[in-house]
């Protein structure tokens, strides 16, 4: 038998959270009116199952090491941090939930705190220490801070506010939670990891596993458009591998190695890729100029936060693409051989500890994929470049 305290552990083990199969097995429960009240469930319980919002199994091997985690969202009151919030508010393994902006912040914590799930929620400005308040005792900083690109902005001129930002939040990181998983959303991605990276190593505490581009967007869109074209109802069951950076032609989807395997005819291929690459353009024209891809963003960012939750907590077998240092994970070396780049986007087996392995899809792309990925290695080379040039040699402010 074995004994969980109520509070912390609750939201787990709550009835309605498990399936009815799981439920009817003999949980027994015992509320003991005391001040450290119990729940009790028998040995013959091996797993719980879930529910949507997340599918941790509990098994004996967890007995009663699970703890719930502090999320932190930086970056909370934009368009893509709003929203991103809601669905980390809706976790059923977070228990903290902290908010960090320059503005806005309390409302948007306060307003999220009517929701009833288990998270705690409070917002946090740059006054009275708030970053250090936001981010002590993090398992898990997730980054959508920024601005999009705006009419009349050059690219140039978005990387120059952007890398200040996340700069400026990572080293708050390196300073007030080095050990949590770090997942990046502000862009360029394919600068800015980069810039997190640095900024981690100089201050002595850089782990390549908790370090993460998040690129599930562009996951996201392809598993959305090969479903529209194949007419598959649920887009969710197929898996399709995209790897490489995350804008424009770094973005190659490997089609050919979709799970389970997709006919697209040759005539809709070219189409198909450009649309996974240049995705957002579709979404700004949609909102004619008044807005990016902030709601979709916010999804595919839960999505990964959510997988990186699980695997901490020992969920087994779980895989997505994700923009990492590759020497600093198993398998990196030989894919960073191959590409001739040490950051890069493939699909990732994450663990208690991060990216537990880096999986090689490179060597198996076919020749279209194969061109695709040259052009990649082409801009790719020096978006990193630049973020790791911003750390070592900051602009004059």
């Given at each position: 038998?074995?004994?969980?305290?109520?509070p912390?552990?609750?939201?787990?083990?709550?009835?309605?959270?498990?399936?009815?199969?799981?439920?009817?097995?003999?949980?027994?429960?015992?509320?003991?009116?005391?001040?450290?009240?119990?729940?009790?469930?028998?040995?013959?319980?091996?797993?719980?199952?879930?529910?949507q919002?997340?599918?941790?199994?509990?098994?004996?091997?967890?007995?009663?090491?699970?703890?719930?985690?502090?999320?932190?969202?930086?970056?909370a009151?934009?368009?893509?941090?709003?929203?991103?919030?809601?669905l980390?508010?809706?976790?059923?393994?977070?228990?903290?939930?902290?908010?960090?902006?320059?503005?806005?912040?309390?409302?948007?914590?306060?307003?999220?705190?009517h929701?009833?799930?288990?998270?705690?929620?409070?917002?946090?400005?740059?006054?009275?220490?708030?970053?250090?308040?936001?981010?002590?005792?993090?398992?898990?900083?997730?980054?959508?801070?920024?601005?999009?690109?705006?009419?009349?902005?050059?690219?140039?001129?978005?990387?120059?506010?952007?890398?200040?930002?996340?700069?400026?939040?990572?080293?708050?990181?390196?300073?007030?939670?080095?050990?949590?998983?770090?997942?990046?959303?502000?862009?360029p991605?394919?600068?800015?990891?980069?810039?997190?990276?640095?900024?981690?190593?100089?201050?002595g505490?850089?782990?390549?596993?908790?370090?993460?581009?998040?690129?599930?967007?562009?996951?996201?869109?392809?598993?959305?458009?090969?479903?529209?074209?194949?007419?598959?109802?649920?887009?969710?069951?197929?898996?399709?591998?995209?790897?490489?950076?995350?804008?424009?032609?770094?973005?190659?989807?490997?089609?050919?190695?979709?799970?389970?395997?997709?006919?697209?005819?040759?005539?809709?291929?070219?189409?198909?890729?450009?649309?996974?690459?240049?995705g957002?353009?579709?979404?700004?024209?949609?909102?004619?100029?008044?807005?990016?891809a902030?709601?979709?963003?916010?999804?595919?960012?839960?999505?990964?936060?959510?997988?990186?939750?699980?695997?901490?907590?020992?969920?087994?077998?779980?895989?997505?693409?994700?923009?990492?240092?590759?020497?600093?994970?198993?398998?990196g070396?030989?894919?960073?051989?191959?590409?001739?780049?040490?950051?890069?986007?493939?699909?990732?087996?994450?663990?208690?500890?991060?990216?537990?392995?880096?999986?090689?899809?490179?060597?198996?792309?076919?020749?279209?994929?194969?061109?695709?990925?040259?052009?990649?290695?082409?801009?790719?080379?020096?978006?990193?470049?630049?973020?790791?040039?911003?750390?070592?040699?900051?602009?004059?402010?």
């Open positions: 038998m074995y004994i969980l305290p109520v912390r552990y609750w939201p787990v083990l709550h009835p309605t959270f498990l399936g009815p199969t799981e439920h009817a097995r003999g949980v027994q429960l015992l509320l003991q009116a005391t001040n450290s009240a119990f729940i009790l469930f028998t040995d013959s319980l091996s797993s719980i199952a879930s529910s919002t997340t599918s941790l199994k509990l098994t004996s091997t967890h007995k009663n090491h699970i703890k719930m985690v502090k999320a932190v969202v930086a970056g009151s934009g368009g893509i941090g709003q929203p991103l919030s809601l980390l508010k809706n976790c059923q393994l977070v228990d903290e939930l902290a908010l960090y902006d320059v503005v806005n912040t309390p409302g948007v914590a306060a307003d999220l705190s929701i009833s799930t288990p998270a705690i929620v409070k917002g946090y400005l740059p006054k009275d220490d708030g970053l250090k308040g936001a981010l002590t005792g993090a398992d898990i900083v997730v980054i959508p801070a920024g601005i999009p690109r705006k009419p009349g902005m050059t690219r140039d001129d978005l990387f120059k506010i952007n890398a200040g930002i996340v700069k400026g939040l990572i080293e708050g990181v390196a300073e007030y939670c080095p050990k949590a998983f770090v997942l990046v959303i502000s862009n991605v394919n600068s800015t990891v980069p810039i997190a990276a640095e900024v981690l190593k100089k201050a505490v850089f782990d390549p596993k908790k370090l993460f581009g998040v690129t599930t967007l562009d996951v996201v869109r392809a598993e959305t458009f090969v479903a529209e074209i194949t007419g598959e109802k649920n887009p969710g069951k197929l898996y399709i591998p995209v790897i490489g950076g995350h804008s424009g032609e770094t973005i190659v989807p490997l089609f050919s190695q979709s799970k389970p395997s997709v006919n697209i005819p040759a005539e809709k291929m070219d189409a198909l890729v450009k649309r996974v690459q240049f957002g353009d579709e979404v700004v024209e949609a909102k004619e100029g008044a807005g990016s902030t709601l979709s963003m916010a999804y595919a960012g839960y999505r990964f936060a959510e997988k990186v939750i699980k695997a901490s907590k020992g969920e087994k077998g779980i895989v997505e693409p994700s923009f990492v240092y590759l020497p600093g994970v198993q398998g070396d030989a894919i960073a051989k191959a590409t001739g780049t040490e950051f890069f986007s493939v699909p990732i087996e994450l663990g208690p500890n991060g990216a537990e392995k880096a999986i090689d899809v490179v060597s198996s792309a076919n020749d279209h994929e194969k061109t695709l990925l040259k052009a990649c290695y082409d801009g790719l080379s020096g978006n990193i470049s630049k973020g790791i040039e911003f750390v070592a040699n900051p602009p004059s402010k």
